[in-house]
């Protein structure tokens, strides 16, 4: 049922053509990137198994769209898989054993399973083709804790067969997680979180068995710089400390390679951003494919009102674990996976809706958990409200979909709702060329330009726009005045040059 049902609420996305990233992806193949091992290594960093799949796409379908979709799509469902089993995995729990939710386990993990595939917020994990990364990170994330959970439940029930098979399996998704996306860093925490909660394991118990995923986590990343300084890539000199800098911007993508965020600002920042991810779970029609948020330099209202929401969310998930065990577990979760993202390692976009990816497994355990109980408690009220927002929920995800199909219809929709940000003009602006519009593409490179006077694609697009527009109207036999051909970059000598953008 939550395959079919994810399946109709993006079958429309297979047709929804290449976007930002994707290009990089597609040029860089076209132009030999992946010809030689290095110069794989070189693009993908710590993203092997993302990028690999992406070779595999090219390689079977060229720049076919649909076979793309597919296999982001599969990966959707394979995190949704996980989810599910994961909440079926921790009803066996010693904490949940014998309680009403491990009574209510289907409905619980149905719930989660339903939840986590269908909010619209997953669109752009799904759909935006390069985020593939987001998505198999997370399912390799959520199975390597799902198997964590499963071999510790193998020591307590050896009827549950031997601990050690997926004590491996665990340890293999693991990889494969810390070989997604960076992001994964923090499994070794989810990992502790779900021992604590739901095992209660002594600490030298924990250690013990953390220390595989600590060595992965931190050994992996060492790894690709061997292999990066050694195939061309990047090599990290200087001292320990510049080494160590070094590396975590490499590892980063070089994010934010200008430093114009600094660490405390881009924390102040994101005590702004976190508080949002979460209000777009309960208000999808804000949804926004380039978020305009202004950067924090000091304390403030929103500062300060994000920091007492994380704090208030932490505070909650602790006292949580004791009395409503999924609860805390999910809060706890939600923190961890947005750590590595959203604290103090500055990333170029300071928010982006599929950075909450990672979050949604503990937002649907909880909003799971919750339905869970009002299907014990009022059935027919469960039903008729799981309908409500199931309908919602997928109308929503439907209409975002609707928009990736358009490049102009998303761009539009990002303008309206970032009119002060001028990347999302530039796009549109691509997008409107694209389509053969363009006097709309040079109104939109000039507001570009506008607010940002030193944009260098707004002003490259708008010089090829106004060259491809005149060589339109002179294709055309229309009269083209030297006035005209000034405008469109001409440069006629003893004119004086005109901005294309007056009166714009």
Excluded at 311 to 333: E, I, K, N, S, T
Excluded at 396 to 421: C, G, H, I, M, Y
Aim: charged share 15%; proline share 5%.
């Amino acid at each position: 049922m939550v395959a079919t049902l994810t399946l109709a609420l993006y079958a429309r996305s297979f047709g929804a053509p290449f976007q930002f990233d994707d290009q990089i992806f597609l040029q860089s193949y076209d132009q030999g990137q992946f010809d030689t091992f290095g110069g794989f290594i070189g693009f993908a960093r710590t993203r092997v198994i993302p990028v690999a799949t992406l070779v595999a796409n090219y390689q079977l379908g060229a720049e076919s769209p649909w076979g793309y979709h597919a296999v982001n799509l599969a990966a959707h469902l394979l995190a949704t898989f996980f989810v599910f089993q994961l909440a079926l995995a921790l009803c066996a729990t010693p904490r949940l054993r014998g309680t009403w939710i491990a009574d209510q386990r289907l409905p619980f993990a149905t719930a989660a399973a339903l939840l986590f595939a269908c909010h619209p917020i997953q669109v752009q994990a799904v759909t935006y083709v390069v985020q593939r990364a987001s998505s198999l990170a997370a399912a390799f994330y959520v199975g390597a804790v799902l198997y964590y959970v499963r071999a510790r439940l193998a020591q307590i029930d050896h009827d549950r067969g031997r601990p050690l098979p997926a004590f491996a399996v665990s340890i293999a998704l693991a990889m494969a997680a810390f070989a997604s996306k960076e992001n994964t860093a923090s499994l070794p925490l989810a990992v502790v979180l779900a021992e604590w909660v739901f095992f209660g394991g002594g600490i030298g118990r924990m250690l013990l068995l953390l220390t595989p995923y600590v060595v992965l986590a931190l050994g992996i990343p060492l790894v690709w710089k061997v292999l990066g300084a050694g195939r061309g890539g990047s090599h990290v000199a200087g001292s320990p400390a510049e080494q160590l800098n070094g590396l975590i911007q490499m590892l980063l993508f070089r994010a934010n390679p200008g430093g114009s965020i600094s660490v405390l600002d881009y924390l102040l920042t994101q005590c702004t951003v976190i508080p949002q991810y979460f209000a777009l779970l309960a208000m999808p029609w804000r949804l926004n494919v380039d978020h305009d948020v202004a950067v924090q330099h000091a304390l403030s209202v929103s500062v300060v009102a994000g920091m007492l929401f994380v704090v208030g969310l932490a505070v909650f998930g602790v006292c949580a674990v004791r009395r409503w065990p999924v609860l805390g577990f999910a809060a706890l979760w939600c923190l961890i996976a947005l750590s590595v993202e959203s604290s103090v390692l500055p990333l170029r976009d300071v928010m982006v809706e599929h950075r909450m990816y990672l979050a949604m497994p503990g937002v649907a355990l909880a909003g799971g958990a919750a339905w869970a109980w009002g299907w014990q408690r009022a059935r027919p009220v469960a039903i008729v409200s799981a309908a409500i927002i199931a309908a919602l929920l997928g109308g929503f995800t439907v209409q975002r979909n609707e928009l990736w199909r358009d490049p102009v219809a998303l761009w539009s929709d990002t303008v309206a709702k970032s009119p002060d940000k001028p990347r999302a003009h530039v796009n549109l602006g691509t997008s409107l060329q694209l389509a053969g519009r363009l006097d709309e593409a040079i109104t939109e490179y000039c507001h570009g330009l506008k607010l940002d006077p030193r944009n260098r694609a707004a002003r490259s697009n708008l010089d090829a726009a106004l060259e491809a527009q005149m060589d339109a109207r002179l294709d055309a036999d229309e009269e083209v005045s030297l006035e005209d051909l000034n405008e469109a970059g001409g440069a006629v000598e003893g004119l004086p040059a005109r901005d294309p953008c007056v009166d714009r």
